[in-house]
């Protein structure tokens, strides 16, 4: 009987681990090939077999020296400093609402709670057109501050995650530091933030990551700008039908490059990222 049920959980692990390693090799496959294409040496855009016969960094040296019609470094840079002010406000905005609606208690908070989360239902593309023509209004349609103010001015709604994490705070502490004569504003910027490393990195990773990879606003706001695209409209514009033959290698080492960042700032802060989604801050 046992040696019968031990044979069974045997087969059942088998059958996941091939399930998994199955599913594995489906998501990796594009990324691989997407990687062996932006070092082929063979300039087609289309070839009959998947590992190149030829190798080579050109792709990698035209992406940043080759700009006089698709000038990738610009855009790396607009993404990049887009990604960073709209990153800053936006951390701020949602951990800021997250400890005001977790700790203080005041008149309609409740329905004010609610309404964030009806709002936070609808796909931010339904109000594209207006914000477009309220943008225009300002005179900011083709700029970058334009897509700052975009990603940043709605993230307060977000708040959901942050306040769940602040909630798990001990109230103790605030208790205590007002005994002490700390203000509001003191024990959210001294004591409440410096131990809840999780969620500010969380935030922070969530808070960059979409105007890092953000298509639809930005082609809606920039139009025809080049010189203002981010990276995402750079990388469309490679495949366009008058681009992809000379371009098509050069998008995929950009996607690859473009991939690197986040990449790189996901693994460093993995740890944190993780606790800031599942954990708390202080049990107690």
């Not at 998947?50 to 080759?66: G, V």
């Not at 993230?155 to 205590?176: N, Q």
């Amino acid at each position: 009987m046992i040696k019968s049920y031990k044979l069974r959980r045997n087969l059942t692990n088998a059958l996941i681990y091939v399930i998994l390693s199955v599913l594995c090799i489906i998501w990796v496959l594009p990324l691989a090939w997407l990687i062996m294409t932006s070092f082929r040496g063979e300039t087609q855009v289309y070839i009959p077999y998947i590992i190149p016969k030829t190798w080579t960094f050109d792709n990698y040296i035209r992406l940043f020296t080759d700009t006089s019609i698709v000038n990738y470094p610009r855009w790396f840079l607009n993404t990049f400093v887009v990604a960073c002010f709209s990153c800053v406000i936006s951390t701020v905005s949602v951990l800021m609402v997250s400890y005001t609606f977790s700790r203080l208690r005041f008149k309609s908070r409740k329905k004010i709670i609610n309404i964030g989360f009806i709002l936070g239902m609808f796909p931010g593309f339904l109000t594209m057109v207006a914000i477009y023509y309220l943008i225009k209004a300002m005179g900011l349609s083709q700029n970058l501050i334009a897509l700052i103010l975009i990603y940043s001015a709605g993230a307060g709604l977000g708040f959901a995650i942050s306040k769940g994490f602040f909630d798990t705070v001990p109230r103790a502490l605030d208790e205590a530091a007002t005994i002490d004569g700390a203000t509001r504003n003191q024990i959210f910027w001294k004591i409440i933030l410096p131990m809840s490393k999780p969620i500010v990195v969380y935030t922070i990773l969530t808070s960059f990551t979409g105007p890092w990879a953000d298509f639809i606003m930005a082609r809606i706001i920039m139009g025809d700008a080049k010189d203002q695209y981010t990276i995402a409209l750079g990388l469309w514009t490679m495949v366009q039908k008058e681009y992809i033959d000379d371009y098509f290698l050069m998008f995929c080492a950009g996607a690859v490059v473009v991939a690197i960042p986040i990449t790189a700032l996901f693994l460093k802060m993995q740890k944190y990222y993780v606790e800031g989604v599942t954990g708390g801050a202080v049990k107690g």
